[in-house]
């Protein structure tokens, strides 16, 4: 009869320990700073897009921890200079599409513990994800890094 109990008991034990460490990983992952900035082409809805392009992306980065995004100005990123280098990374990819748009973020988050691969341990990073669209279309995730 102990011995059961106490089966019982490691189980559940074990059965909270996983639901809690679940928990914690989805709040630690909900827990990024998102600054939108004031842009007077992009509505927040424009900016949740193009975010959710870099989230998508930046979740393959195993273990590493997204801290904050930050919209850079439209003057900085919305501008001839920019979208025509979007266009040039475009068909570079020999692709078809023609952007009319560009937006940008900055971010701060932090490599893996123990590193690995290219990543410098337990560092903090500040890199620009930059995205760019068609009149009407999808956001697409175009260049990121330094």
Request: one cysteine or more.
């Amino acid at each position: 009869m102990k011995k059961k109990f106490l089966i019982t008991c490691g189980v559940i034990i074990c059965c909270m320990s996983i639901l809690l460490l679940v928990g914690y990983e989805k709040a630690n992952r909900n827990s990024v700073k998102i600054n939108y900035g004031e842009s007077a082409i992009y509505t927040e809805e424009d900016m949740k897009e193009a975010i959710s392009k870099i989230i998508e992306r930046f979740n393959k980065f195993k273990g590493c921890k997204l801290y904050s995004l930050s919209c850079i100005s439209d003057d900085k990123c919305n501008n001839e200079d920019n979208i025509k280098w979007m266009n040039d990374l475009e068909s570079a990819n020999d692709n078809k599409e023609v952007f009319t748009q560009c937006i940008a973020f900055e971010s701060s988050f932090r490599s893996p513990i123990n590193g690995g691969g290219a990543w410098i341990a337990n560092s903090e990073y500040n890199w620009s994800w930059w995205l760019a669209r068609s009149e009407n279309g999808d956001w697409k995730l175009m260049t990121w890094g330094y």
